[in-house]
């Protein structure tokens, strides 16, 4: 039970999340019977009349973005619900691709607050019904639900979608999940309806993925199989489904298998988008810290991964992109995190390492890093990633690449950092 007051509707954004990380005994707390009761309450589980839901281990918040950019180009109002944040709470919450106010998210907690009455939510939980009210109350005609945590328990799992995706799988949140592939699977495809569309992005995923799927009669569509996509030039890419091709689509900047699998769910969805939708869309989506690149020399290159997939992604893009380059890392992580294994993905690219430490519970400190990488020569250890970001900079030459990786909040702070030089 808090010891916090409740806030006002015109409460400060910060004291509403403040209240809300006080009044649950955890800040993950998986499960849908309480999130349920004030779901159906505040009449929430069908904020628009279209709803997709996006699971995953890596590729959900692109996959959203990819799909957001193509529906705005086709007219539609869309709202977009994904997780954490990297600088700002309000980007949890996007309409028509802009964030919204700190008042209008203050509202939406207060409204909750009233419904919920004496059911306890965790934080991630009351966030995400404050989404869905957002959503209704804009009367959003398509909406992006990024799952949380697994997707069988997790909260936008109370939402009527009509669409599911699964957007890759691999050995991630080991303390919720455990390290069982086909057991992430299951909890993955829990987000599948019996009779509606079911999207799976990875090539081959888990035994359990379409067995579930065909447990419940789920519409269920593979990667490789139902739908297909090839890279035909350093700029171009085609993507065919049935029959169906679509040729000489522009390359975004978001990574391909993303956007085959946005296709695919909007494809399935029966919405009114044309091809040059498509070829607008794709050109025009962006999310910060995915292959993000900032205008500084030597180049800064901002990415989210977290996990041994996701480092093996972006070591694959980057090596692509830029040859014979020496990248100078700076990394945080959690320790909650497969490190040792994250960093190695890393390690083929490095020429110095930046360690630094986190700050909060789940942190792993300079320390803890230092001894999951093996180049006692090439690497330096610091209290922030800020002060490592620094260090890498005034190192770097102009013609070397500076990465920041390792997790939402080493990139959410060296992208504050960057962005009050630029105020």
């Known amino acids: 039970m808090s010891l916090l007051p409740v806030p006002q509707a015109t409460s400060p954004l910060s004291v509403w999340l403040d209240y809300l990380n006080s009044i649950h005994s955890s800040a993950i707390d998986l499960g ?8 159906q309450r505040a009449s929430l589980t069908k904020p628009a009349n279209t709803v997709i839901t996006v699971a995953g281990t890596n590729g959900k918040g692109s996959t959203c973005a990819l799909m957001e950019a193509i529906l705005l180009d086709a007219g539609y109002s869309v709202g977009v619900y994904s997780s954490p944040h990297l600088i700002r709470y309000n980007e949890r919450v996007r309409i028509n691709g802009q964030e919204l106010p700190d008042g209008d998210h203050a509202k939406a907690f207060a409204h909750i607050e009233a419904v919920r009455k004496d059911v306890s939510l965790s934080f991630f939980e009351y966030a995400t019904l404050a989404a869905l009210h957002l959503f209704a109350e804009n009367k959003v005609d398509v909406v992006l ?24 799988l691999a050995v991630d949140h080991v303390d919720w999940l455990g390290d069982d592939i086909n057991v992430i699977g299951y909890e993955k495809a829990g987000i ?34 139902d739908f297909t996509f090839k890279a035909e030039s350093e700029t171009t890419w085609s993507w065919s489904h049935k029959g169906y091709e679509l040729e000489e689509l522009p390359i975004p900047q978001l ?45 800064t290159v901002l990415d989210v991964a977290h996990n ?9 893009q980057l090596t692509a992109r830029f040859a014979n380059k020496r990248y100078h890392v700076v990394v945080g992580m959690l320790h909650d995190k497969d490190v040792v294994e994250t960093l190695n993905a890393l390690s083929p690219i490095v020429g110095q390492w930046y360690l630094a430490s986190l700050e909060g519970p789940r942190a792993a400190s300079a320390k803890e890093l230092s001894q999951s990488v093996n180049e006692a020569l090439n690497k330096s250890l610091f209290d922030s990633p800020v002060l490592a970001y620094q260090a890498a900079m005034e190192q770097a030459s102009q013609d070397d690449i500076v990465l920041v990786v390792g997790s939402f909040h080493t990139v959410g702070e060296v992208l504050e950092y960057c962005q009050s030089l630029e105020a």
């Open 308 to 316: 041994p997939h996701s480092a093996q992604y972006l070591v694959s």
């Open 145 to 168: 639900l990024e799952v949380g945590l697994g997707g069988r328990l997790d909260a936008t799992n109370v939402v009527d979608h009509d669409v599911s995706v699964i957007t890759s």
């Open 32 to 39: 849908l019977d309480r999130v349920q009761v004030v779901a």
């Open 192 to 225: 599948f309806r019996a009779n509606r569309p079911a999207i799976c992005g990875q090539e081959k995923p888990p035994a359990t993925v379409p067995a579930h799927a065909d447990d419940i009669g789920a519409e269920f569509y593979q990667a490789g199989i």
């Open 255 to 299: 990574p391909l298998m993303n956007a085959s699998t946005a296709l695919m769910a909007l494809g399935s969805a029966h919405l009114d988008i044309s091809d040059v939708n498509i070829v607008n869309g794709l050109k025009n989506a962006t999310l910060p810290g995915r292959m993000q690149f900032l205008p500084s020399r030597p180049v």
